[in-house]
């Protein structure tokens, strides 16, 4: 695979925009809160002393905040209530306490409680505590999180970070060089958000201790049972999405930025999709919807998703659903994996399915044209006109390497660009991640075989923490062109040898223009584009 130059683009210091900060947070007691009991730099399991009071070692989320609403989530020790306290102040001197979930073995001692009636635009401070389920007098040591609210008024502005592929390729938490690093560079950006893109775990790819890199130099993995094997049953499942919560820097970040978490292949098995049987001698239950029916479910118990905790604990639930972040902002989640059909050569010159399938296509052209936001962002989990195979002769992605006229997948984007096109449908923004290098591309008719749809751009970024890899090839068909890419040369790069990448939005609350950065997790910007408000395309 040829690798395209970077550009003429030059990394710069990063800098902060939004000096000073916007949240007013005790630092220190945060990252005290998110290390409760986790000695030597957090990096080992939490030890359950199953004496004594519930215990909630593995921090806090929250996730799909709005302006009034918002999902706490945490993991209990042993069977206990949930109990939520809300404050304007960090000293909590007036408390709204909302009662959460009984947490037990159902869900694997986890629980998310929806706080509603919040204040819009505002800092929320909160501490959750267990209550022991038969002395409720007997509670935990509270933990500390905080978020702020979607801004109500347009002028306020909103910035968020988004990335995804977290330990895949072997590279998972190593205490050598300080866990996910990339969470900490996040969490000094200090975003409204985090909209995280997919691959939130590798359930297929298990860890070794050690692995040797190309220059001699060992890479050492926190290793546990359910990372040394791919993943199977609930509880294998459940392990993996529990690894994560490992790393300081991870429940750190998570107590103090909210998300927006969406899935891709690797929470349940590599390039997977409904009906599939497999043919991999590490699995002995080859089903693939009975796995994903695991994954989903532990997935749903582990991560505050907002249309999954609606349905009830194993309920499923779906993934895809609007988050809507003030007069500026609408993130639409797209679950690209859940209803798609079977990978193959992708020149079938009718297809109904494609990647979203036809229920999910006409829900997105509904909310896009009720949306009276100024930025639309569609959050997908795979890449448009990248060119990502499945084997020799299957495809993954929606691209399939034919430069001509839409077929297979392609016809269902067709489709949904020409719908955003002639309802005038403004402010369209692709955002992705999968591939595991940062680029941005900008999609023009002029260039393309289907012309029949305004310009638009999609940015990449990833791996926050895994193996790093070339740059895929372009498919035409939708015209893109790659404006920046920033890739390694190699296959599966190590963390310790290349930069992890996410990506930055800033949205001017006084201009309404809407800034995309590109960064490295070691403090530089690589790329900037800034894109104009009210127009259908760019």
Not at 196 to 225: E, F, K, M
Not at 230 to 240: F, K, P
Not at 259 to 269: I, K, S, T, Y
Not at 342 to 349: F, K, L, V
Request: glycine share 10%.
């Amino acid at each position: 695979m040829s690798k395209n130059p970077p550009g003429s683009h030059t990394a710069v210091p990063a800098t902060n925009p939004s000096a000073p900060a916007r949240r007013s947070v005790l630092r220190g007691s945060l990252a005290a809160s998110a290390g409760i009991a986790l000695g030597g730099g957090g990096l080992a399991a939490p030890a359950f002393a199953l004496s004594g009071r519930p215990a909630a070692q593995w921090g806090v989320q929250t996730g799909d905040v709005t302006a009034r609403s918002g999902l706490v989530w945490v993991r209990s020790d042993r069977p206990a209530r949930m109990i939520v306290e809300t404050s304007a102040t960090e000293s909590f001197r007036r408390v709204r306490r909302h009662r959460g979930p009984l947490l037990g073995t159902g869900t694997d001692f986890t629980g998310t409680t929806f706080l509603r009636g919040l204040p819009p635009g505002e800092q929320i401070h909160y501490r959750v505590v267990l209550a022991d389920i038969d002395d409720p007098r007997r509670t935990s040591e509270p933990v500390l999180g905080t978020f702020r609210t979607a801004p109500e008024r347009r002028r306020d502005g909103v910035r968020f970070l988004w990335s995804g592929d977290i330990a895949g390729q072997g590279w998972g938490i190593n205490p050598d060089i300080g866990g996910f690093r990339a969470f900490e560079a996040m969490r000094r950006l200090d975003p409204d958000f985090f909209l995280c893109s997919g691959d939130t775990v590798y359930a297929d790819g298990p860890l070794q201790p050690s692995v040797t890199l190309p220059d001699g130099r060992i890479w050492r993995n926190l290793v546990t049972p359910e990372k040394a094997k791919v993943a199977e049953t609930l509880d294998e499942y459940r392990g993996n999405f529990r690894y994560n919560l490992l790393d300081q820097n991870v429940r750190a970040f998570n107590a103090q930025v909210p998300a927006v978490v969406q899935w891709d292949d690797h929470e349940v098995r590599n390039n997977w999709y409904p009906g599939q049987i497999l043919d991999d001698a590490r699995y002995t239950e080859k089903n693939v919807d009975v796995l994903a029916s695991r994954a989903s479910r532990a997935f749903a118990e582990y991560f505050p998703v907002s249309t999954m905790q609606a349905a009830g604990p194993g309920a499923g639930g779906r993934m895809h659903r609007v988050v809507r972040y003030g007069p500026l902002l609408d993130v639409f989640v797209l679950d690209m994996r859940s209803y798609r059909n079977a990978n193959s050569p992708g020149r079938q010159a009718d297809d109904t399915t494609g990647i979203l399938g036809a229920e999910q296509l006409a829900w997105l052209k509904h909310e896009l044209s009720r949306s009276r936001a100024v930025w639309k962002v569609l959050a997908a989990d795979m890449p448009i006109g990248l060119v990502v195979p499945d084997g020799a002769t299957a495809f993954e992605a929606i691209a399939q390497g034919d430069p001509g006229a839409p077929l297979g997948r392609e016809l269902q984007i067709a489709e949904l660009l020409r719908f955003i096109k002639h309802r005038r449908i403004t402010g369209t923004v692709w955002l992705t991640a999968d591939v595991h290098y940062t680029s941005a591309q900008r999609y023009a008719p002029e260039r393309a075989a289907f012309q029949d749809f305004a310009p638009f751009w999609e940015f990449v970024s990833g791996p926050l923490a895994a193996g790093g890899f070339p740059a895929n090839k372009l498919d035409s068909t939708f015209g893109p062109e790659r404006v920046f890419v920033r890739a390694p040369e190699r296959a599966n790069v190590s963390p310790m040898e290349s930069p992890q990448y996410f990506g930055e939005v800033d949205i001017d609350g006084a201009s309404a223009e809407l800034t995309v950065r590109l960064r490295g997790d070691d403090d530089t910007v690589l790329f900037t584009k800034v894109l104009q408000p009210g127009l259908v395309g760019q």
